[in-house]
């Protein structure tokens, strides 16, 4: 098992939900729900910063029979444009089948009336979403899902 801090992002159309482990992998906990808006890349960056993580795990919401459809093709975008804006910072899309419905039965279960806090949702989203990884890692010894390798730059005659 790797040692180091994972920031997860459970990435929606209108919220994210950014979940971090402990530096051990041991730990998920919820940090925060980021608009899902123009300032969303800075606010990620900024967490990034302050968390200093070993990568970032990213939801790919494929469906039930694990294809992908329009939502995992959007979540591919915004990985580009992860990957972009976080260099140096592997960006890791791990299948985020159920881990909506299995935060919102959860919550529901310890008696928090789910409707009225979406963002707590997408936390407990992102907080399964890591958790799923981590025990991919401990189970396997191979770090969680797909890597995506931020865009290679084109030398150009000027760069020589």
Do not use: C, K
């Not at 971090?20 to 906990?29: E, F, V």
């Not at 969303?40 to 039930?64: F, K, M």
């Not at 919102?104 to 279960?109: I, N, T």
């Amino acid at each position: 098992m790797r040692t180091g801090v994972r920031l997860a992002l459970d990435w929606g159309r209108a919220r994210i939900g950014v979940a971090a482990s402990d530096p051990s992998g041991i730990l998920a906990h919820p940090v925060e729900t980021v608009p899902s808006d123009a300032r969303a890349i800075a606010r990620i960056q900024a967490l990034v910063a302050e968390y200093e993580p070993l990568e970032v795990v990213l939801g790919l919401p494929r469906n039930l029979a694990g294809a992908e459809g329009p939502a995992a093709i959007a979540v591919r975008e915004v990985a580009a444009g992860l990957a972009a804006s976080l260099p140096g910072v592997p960006i890791r899309l791990v299948d985020e089948r159920l881990t909506t419905v299995t935060a919102s039965r959860q919550l529901s279960g310890a008696g928090r009336n789910t409707r009225r806090q979406r963002s707590v949702i997408d936390q407990a989203a992102a907080v399964a979403l890591l958790e799923q990884a981590l025990q991919h890692e401990r189970t396997t010894g191979r770090a969680p899902g797909e890597l995506l390798l931020p865009p290679v730059q084109e030398r150009t005659p000027a760069d020589e």
